[in-house]
């Protein structure tokens, strides 16, 4: 899980979503933690964002959040995934560098405390929690069945459209690692990964929860590709978008045609974050 990557999570493992948000513990608290501007950018853009140090690091006592986002870090702090947050619009554009440091032991409970209290304290967050309805995904096999196997075949699979996949841009990922994932713009290549952390990923696509039903325990290594919409594709440079007619015309076709997989909508309940207040600017250090 630590070595999921995701250009659509800014280059960070994301946080599952767990239990509820709730008020902080009176002693979570940071001993030091100053909060600075970040630089505005397309989430896409930039590699040198994300998060280093913490709990279960090298530098446990300390942590980095590079450039990252208000809705990333509520995101963090409540242990919810980006569908479980409502707000204002712009918690996915002011983004801040947080440094701080943790009291010795500290664990990742702690640490989801102290930065709720964090932003409560800088950036007065309010909050409250709903049970919403909202539509979900269950990815499962085709009854035509699954079109890649297992990575312990040694198979790599880059789709199997009609036509060829046409995306110069993405370097191939290195073979014998641990699980690896790289999300943008019109494709997933991911490396030695199970099923359910496909469907995490693809809860960026759909807007909603994706459960894994597909029953696979293997891993699987693939490129998936499809024409990215044009306000996904909007300002990314750095991963140009594929001709149009060259790929499958959509997440969910492209699942079918290239790796046998179909998504099936359904809804379910959902806890969500609902954001009654927080400040654009944190104040003074």
């Not at 250009?7 to 009176?26: F, H």
């Not at 880059?158 to 060829?164: Q, S, T, Y």
């Amino acid at each position: 899980m630590k070595h999921l990557v995701s250009l659509a999570t800014l280059l960070t493992v994301p946080v599952l979503a767990g239990e509820p948000c709730a008020q902080p513990q009176s002693s979570a608290a940071f001993e030091v933690a100053s909060i600075h501007v970040g630089q505005p950018q397309s989430p896409f853009s930039a590699w040198g964002e994300g998060v280093s140090g913490g709990p279960g690091s090298p530098d446990p006592t300390r942590i980095l959040y590079r450039n990252a986002t208000l809705g990333e870090l509520v995101r963090r702090a409540c242990g919810v995934v980006w569908y479980q947050v409502s707000g204002p619009g712009w918690l996915d554009t002011e983004r801040f560098i947080i440094e701080a440091k943790l009291p010795t032991g500290s664990t990742e409970e702690d640490l989801r405390h102290m930065l709720q209290a964090l932003l409560q304290e800088r950036f007065h967050l309010a909050f409250h929690h709903e049970t919403r309805l909202l539509p979900a995904f269950d990815l499962a096999v085709m009854r035509s069945g699954l079109k890649i196997v297992d990575s312990a075949q040694g198979h790599i699979t880059l789709g199997r459209a009609k036509r060829k996949p046409a995306l110069p841009s993405i370097p191939p990922l290195p073979r014998g690692t641990g699980p690896m994932m790289v999300h943008g713009p019109g494709f997933i290549q991911a490396a030695n990964i199970r099923m359910d952390l496909l469907a995490e990923t693809l809860t960026h696509e759909t807007g909603g929860p994706v459960h894994d039903r597909t029953g696979l325990g293997d891993q699987f290594t693939f490129t998936l590709v499809w024409e990215p919409d044009a306000a996904t594709a909007q300002g990314v440079q750095m991963l140009p978008a594929a001709p149009p007619g060259e790929v499958s015309s959509s997440v969910f076709r492209a699942l079918k045609e290239q790796i046998g997989l179909q998504l099936v909508k359904v809804k379910g309940p959902v806890d969500v974050v609902v954001i009654d207040h927080i400040d654009k600017a944190p104040t003074p250090n």
